[in-house]
């Protein structure tokens, strides 16, 4: 890559992101009031608050933890849901069905329900899942039906190993689509596990202080919650991108 | 000896082959020759046991392949691609063999289009199989790049002592060889099996039948 891609590469979301805080400042001035819109320097203030308190951080670490145990499970079951339909025609046409009704679910009263019928820690992770699962299955399944059948034919003339196929051949074609599909659904699914937890009022969660501070009306505290979700999104999307790169280039 | 006896195929209602018979000499090149449709491929895919198909094949364990498409994996390197088939090929001596020493670490897109050819035909060579399948290898490559790699692949075969059978519908291809040629018509028909036959003859039998 030329040097001046580099540079544009980094100055290009740099000047994104000073476009949205230089709007944010203006529309504070223009408001003039901490209740309706703080300004940058207040969310700051108050978001280096949550850093110094020890709630704050058993809420993210719960919130992530939450979310890490919703996403294996949609990301196992989308996995093993797109290897079968991958596989057999039969299997595609049957969970067809399946998929579009998870998709179609109402999620605010999925949630709703849920917390009547589980607890407020279970229900979160089961509407991330809901969310979520159908797409992985559709990422997953589309990655799987990009393997170049050709190539699996020439393995099996050449009597290249089950083994060394899946290695040398299958894994890196897949691999990209894999890993970038996993990050922008563990992306989603922190998204989604906030706003479950704001609907289910799950103890020692992001959801709980957002309603927290909702309900002592600490506009600067959710704004600052709400910049802590958007980053850690955001570096976990990075990450896995950059992953999914170093995938491809073996 | 390579023998195929009674193979029936059909694709649907249409025989592609009905009762076919044929034995192949082994350590030699064979040229297969026939117009589109005439199920060359097809006789291929059964040796490869890439179809299904009745009656018997013997004399066949493993084979090597050349697809008409290249058919190399994009995100490995020459080298590899050749070592996917076969770890203890020595890919670079075989790579210089046909004017590619250097490109060991290039990629397919790399490559130009007689270049990757190239490689795939290493690549089957290089298969421990002593059974070596070409479909139309030569196909949409320039004259003299073709009579160029012909001569590459009998030097190879002489080398390794493959048996090669090799399909085309190309008779100056086929007529280049001066070896044994067999030309099939659709149905699976055999309608010329001679050795050191003449282009003009070749062209002849392709052409009989047909209204000009």
């Not at chain 1, 309706?36 to 203030?45: E, I, N």
């Not at chain 1, 990209?176 to 009022?201: C, D, H, R, W």
């Not at chain 1, 309603?211 to 959710?222: D, G, L, Q």
């Not at chain 2, 203890?88 to 130009?112: I, M, Q, R």
Request: net charge positive; glycine share 6%.
């Amino acid at each position: 890559m030329k040097t001046r891609d580099k540079v544009l590469n980094i100055a290009l979301p740099l000047a994104s992101v000073a476009v949205i805080f230089g709007l944010w400042a203006l529309a504070a001035r223009a408001v003039n009031s901490e209740y309706v819109l703080p300004t940058v320097g207040d969310t700051f203030s108050a978001l280096f608050g949550l850093f110094k308190s020890a709630d704050f951080y058993r809420a993210f670490f719960g919130t992530l933890f939450r979310s890490v145990i919703a996403f294996a499970i949609s990301y196992a079951l989308a996995f093993l849901f797109a290897l079968s339909a991958y596989k057999s025609e039969k299997a595609k046409r049957a969970l067809k069905p399946i998929i579009i009704i998870i998709r179609a679910l109402p999620t605010i009263a999925v949630v709703l329900l849920l917390v009547l019928w589980t607890s407020s820690k279970v229900a979160p992770i089961i509407v991330t899942f809901l969310v979520v699962f159908p797409t992985l299955y559709n990422n997953l399944y589309a990655a799987l039906s990009g393997i170049d059948k050709d190539l699996n034919e020439m393995c099996k003339v050449f009597g290249v190993s089950g083994k060394k196929r899946l290695k040398k051949v299958v894994f890196p074609q897949i691999a990209p689509e894999f890993i970038s599909a996993a990050g922008a659904g563990l992306t989603l699914n922190l998204k989604l596990m906030v706003a479950a937890e704001v609907l289910s009022q799950t103890a020692r969660s992001m959801g709980y202080l957002l309603n927290t501070s909702k309900i002592y009306f600490e506009i600067s505290a959710m704004l600052a919650l709400v910049l802590v979700t958007v980053v850690t999104g955001l570096m976990i999307e990075w990450a896995f991108a950059f992953m999914a790169k170093k995938a491809v280039k073996g | 000896m390579i023998s195929l006896k009674n193979i029936t195929k059909k694709y649907g209602d249409k025989t592609v082959f009905g009762n076919f018979d044929l034995d192949i000499e082994e350590n030699a090149i064979t040229v297969i020759l026939g117009e589109s449709g005439s199920g060359k491929t097809t006789l291929l895919n059964m040796l490869a046991r890439l179809t299904d198909f009745d009656g018997e094949i013997s004399g066949v364990d493993k084979v090597s392949m050349v697809f008409q498409r290249d058919r190399l994996v994009p995100h490995l390197t020459v080298k590899e691609n050749i070592l996917l088939v076969n770890e203890n090929a020595a890919a670079s001596a075989l790579l210089e063999s046909v004017g590619l020493s250097g490109a060991e670490d290039l990629y397919p897109k790399e490559l130009s289009a007689g270049m990757a050819r190239r490689v795939a035909i290493i690549r089957a060579f290089s298969s421990p199989a002593p059974l070596l399948l070409m479909d139309e290898p030569l196909v949409n490559l320039d004259l003299a790049l073709k009579f160029s790699l012909l001569e590459q692949i009998k030097e190879l075969q002489g080398a390794t002592g493959k048996t090669v059978i090799m399909v085309s519908h190309d008779v100056k291809e086929a007529a280049y060889y001066n070896g044994r040629v067999i030309v099939i018509k659709s149905g699976g028909k055999v309608v010329l099996d001679e050795k050191k036959v003449s282009e003009e003859k070749l062209t002849e039998t392709l052409l009989k039948g047909y209204k000009i």
